[in-house]
C-alpha cells in the first residue's frame, strides 16, 4: 500500500491508495479516538457495490453504523439533502467525535464534507473516493461544498478529511467515460508540474485502458502527492493553488453554456486544456510542438479536445466575463511553457482568447 502524507500542521492526515483494501477501513478508524457510531454517506450506486464490504468492515471493528443514502447525481449535491443528513445524524444521536465516511465519486465526496464540517461545528470525516476523480483531485484538498440554484459549488467550507482511503479495485466498476474523465485531471497534473507523469501517460496508454493496477496506482499516487504538496503550500487558494485550474477557465464555460448536460466535467477541462496550451502558443509562451504533444495525449485518450463546432466563441467569451464579474476580479488563465511548467496569467486579452476558441 502506497501512503502519503498531507501536510497542514494539526489537519495533517494520509492518503492510502492500494488494490482490494477496502475491508481495512473499519480497523484504521479505530486509531481516530471516535465515539461508538459513525456514519455512512453514499448513493444507491455506490452503495450496492461497496457497501457491504465497508459496513462489514466498519461493524468489525466494533463500531455501530447508520447509513444514509443520497439519490445519484449532481442535482442531489444540495441543502436539502444535507438537511436530511443532519436528520438521520440526530436522530441516532451522533455527537461531536462521531465521524461520517463517504462512500462514493465526488458529488458524495463535497456533500459529506460539507455535512461534516458543519454538524455540531465539525466532526471528523473520512473519504473513501470510488471515482478516478475523486481519487485524483475532490477527495484531497479539503474543499467542501453543495450547488446552489444560482450557481454550482457556491456553498462550502475549508475543511480537511480525517483520512483518505483510496481503493483502485473500485475503478472496475466505473463506467469507461468516467473513468476518461477523471483522467483529464491526470493529465492536467502532467502539464502544471510533472513531465514524468505525462511522459508515462504516453507510454502507457494501454495499460490505463486495461485497468493495469500497478499503471493506475502510480498516476494516482503522483496526482494525490502533487495535489498535497500544492494544497500544503496554499490551503485556501492565494496563489499557487490557482494552478489546479488548468484547463479549468475555458472548460467551466463550456460547462455553463452547453447547460452542463453535454460534457462530463473532465471532457470540458480536456476541450480547456488544449485550447488554454494554444492560447499560450499564440502569446509566444510556448513552442508548437508541445501544442501538438499535449493535443496527442488527450486524443489517444478519446478524450475531446478540439472546440465543438456548433459552439460560438462569443459565447464562450460572454460567459467568462459573466464569471469575471461574479467574482468582482480579474479572469485568470494558467498557461503552459512547457511540459512540466505553467505560469498564471491575468490581463490576458478579449482578441487573443477569441483567436485561440477560433483556431482550434
Ligand atoms: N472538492 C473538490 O475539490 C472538487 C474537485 C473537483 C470536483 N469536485 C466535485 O466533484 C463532483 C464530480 O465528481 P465525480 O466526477 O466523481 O462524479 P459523481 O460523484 O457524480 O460520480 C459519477 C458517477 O459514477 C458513479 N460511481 C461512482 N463510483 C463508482 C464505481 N466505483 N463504480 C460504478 N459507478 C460509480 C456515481 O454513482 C455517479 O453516477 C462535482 O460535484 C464537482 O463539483 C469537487
Ligand atoms: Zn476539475
Redesign the pocket.
Known sequence: MEKIRVELGERSYDISIGSNILDGIGDNLRSFGLSPTVGIIS?P??FS??GDRVSGSIKKAGFGLITVIIP???EY?DLLWVQHIYDDLLRHRLDRSSALIAL???????IT?FAASTYMRGISYIQVP??L??QV??SV?G???VNHKLG??MIGTFWQPGLVWVDVE??K???QR?LL??LAEVIKYGVICDQELFDFLEANRDKMMNLDDDALTHIIKRSCEIKADVVSKDEREAGLRAILNYGHTIGHAIETVTGYTRF???EAVAIGMYIEVRLSHILNFIDKDQVSRIKALIDSYGLPSGMPADLDAKNILASMQLDKKAIAGELKFVLPEKIGKVRIHKGVTDRAIRESLESS
Open positions: 448513493n450506486t455506490v457495490l461497496y445519484d447525481g449532481e449535491k462514493g465519486g465526488g458529488v458524495i465526496g463535497d464534507g470510488t471515482t476523480l475523486a483531485d475532490s484538498g474543499k467542501t461544498g454550482k459549488n473500485t475503478l466498476t466505473l463506467p468516467e474523465a477523471g462530463l466535467h473532465g
